[in-house]
């Protein structure tokens, strides 16, 4: 495409002898304007249209130079009535606060060089009074135009969102206080049956001492009948000696009942113990033999704290 250019040509007295004809090759700037009228439409469509807002705020005198049409359907003024309000009439008192703390620090970045984009949950005041939050992602810029500091934004509602999330918060909540509910409730009931097996295993105990405190006291009236009185004060030797082990298991029995968790026990060294005891107690030949692969590996809490019960 040529644009052309008329230029009269006169004599001497001024009459008309020709024109000059000087022809543009305009083929570039029209091209350049069609592309530039074709980014303008694509733009108009995608601001009239897009949920999401863009705008412009002058960061010095906190006013907005620029809302895209889409402004109504986020917070109800018109792009027109928005050009007209502050920062200040457009957020709430404490996005005002985070707003004014943030952004020369941001600005001093920018300055320095600095141009990422910034993202945040501000809370809009929408025209009937609610509170619409938005996430805004926002970029600082000088405006080559007028050299003045300028905050490009895009903003879009994530109000619904957020109560989402809220209410989820909740939801998880509640979850987690019946969990706990759960668990306190299952460490009652594992209390209990730990002390309804203590109570077992002291009436196990009693009865075998009360048994052998019987047996032996009548061998002591045996042996004095006898007048060995030997063998009478072995016998209530060994009776004082179980009697004092027997009042220290009680008190460990007490304690543990008295105690909130339940006590694990472990099979092998308890099992060396009772049969340590046994042999101690009842003058008894007492062997253990145990594949090694088995004690190797050993046996669950509850399953060796059963297997301490048969053996005693």
């Not at 008309?16 to 009228?37: F, K, N």
């Not at 405006?143 to 809220?166: L, M, Q």
């Not at 082990?245 to 006590?263: E, G, H, M, V």
């Not at 308890?270 to 049969?275: E, H």
Request: glycine residues 4%.
């Amino acid at each position: 495409q040529y644009e052309a250019q008329l230029s009269p040509l006169a004599d001497g007295r001024g009459n008309l002898t020709g024109r000059v004809i000087v022809l543009h090759d305009v083929t570039e700037r029209q091209q350049a304007e069609a592309a530039r009228w074709a980014s303008e439409q694509r733009y108009r469509m995608l601001a009239d249209n897009a949920s999401d807002v863009i705008w412009i705020l002058d960061v010095e005198q906190e006013f907005f130079s620029y809302a895209s049409p889409s402004l109504p359907r986020l917070v109800g003024y018109t792009a027109l009535e928005r050009l007209n309000q502050s920062l200040e009439q457009t957020v709430t008192p404490a996005s005002l606060a985070y707003l004014r703390a943030v952004i020369p620090d941001r600005v001093e970045r920018m300055l320095h060089g600095h141009t990422e984009p910034y993202t945040d949950e501000v809370e809009l005041i929408h025209r009937d009074g609610q509170m619409v939050i938005a996430e805004s992602t926002t970029r600082f810029l000088v405006n080559p135009a007028t050299s003045r500091i300028e905050c490009i934004g895009v903003s879009r509602d994530i109000t619904e969102r957020k109560r989402a999330e809220e209410a989820l918060r909740q939801v998880n909540l509640a979850l987690a206080h019946t969990q706990a509910q759960m668990i306190e409730q299952q460490r009652a009931v594992a209390v209990l049956e730990e002390r309804e097996h203590l109570a077992r295993e002291l009436h196990d105990n009693l009865g075998q001492v009360l048994g052998f405190v019987n047996l032996q006291a009548q061998a002591v009236r045996q042996f004095l009948a006898e007048g060995d009185h030997t063998q009478a004060d072995v016998r209530l030797a060994r009776l004082a000696a179980i009697t004092q082990d027997s009042q220290a298991q009680l008190r460990d029995t007490i304690a543990r009942l008295k105690s909130a968790a339940p006590i694990e026990r472990q099979f092998f060294p308890g099992l060396t113990a009772l049969l340590d005891k046994a042999r101690r107690d009842y003058d008894l030949r007492i062997t253990l033999d145990c594949a090694p692969a088995v004690e190797h590996r050993g046996f669950a809490p509850e399953v060796g704290a059963q297997l301490l019960n048969i053996v005693q």
